[in-house]
């Protein structure tokens, strides 16, 4: 159990890194012109590998629920919230974040509509900080019970 607590905890603080990233960057690159933003945008070529760990989080601590389910409802409960936060992380990126990441061919093409896109890339990443630290707290409320 205890492997598993952790293993849930780790997953859940690895995707929070990049997410707290884009939170802690949005003023700053808010204020970039067109040309530098699409420069800054690069940095992410092969961000799309944290899908791994992002599926990865879900099912450990969906795991954890089902491990946990019986004998601490409690833990349970929060570990089942915290997969939840982290689907839910997915359907915003899947509703705001890919479509603009697709219309911009990764940030390589700036449509005219280009300020709207950013907006709707940076907002949905920093809503998804949001979700996802409230995820690691839950993961952490569910694994620091006995």
Known sequence: MTSLKITALALTALILAPSAAHLFELPGKMRLDRDAYFVVQSIYAGWALFGVPILAAILA?????VALRRSDRAAARWA???ALLIALSLAVFFTWTFPANQATANWTVAPETWEELRRAWEYSH????????AAFLATAAAAARR
């Open 126 to 133: 920093a809503a998804n900080a949001v979700i996802i630290f």
């Open 80 to 82: 089942l919230a915290s």
């Open 61 to 65: 601590n969906g795991a954890l629920f």
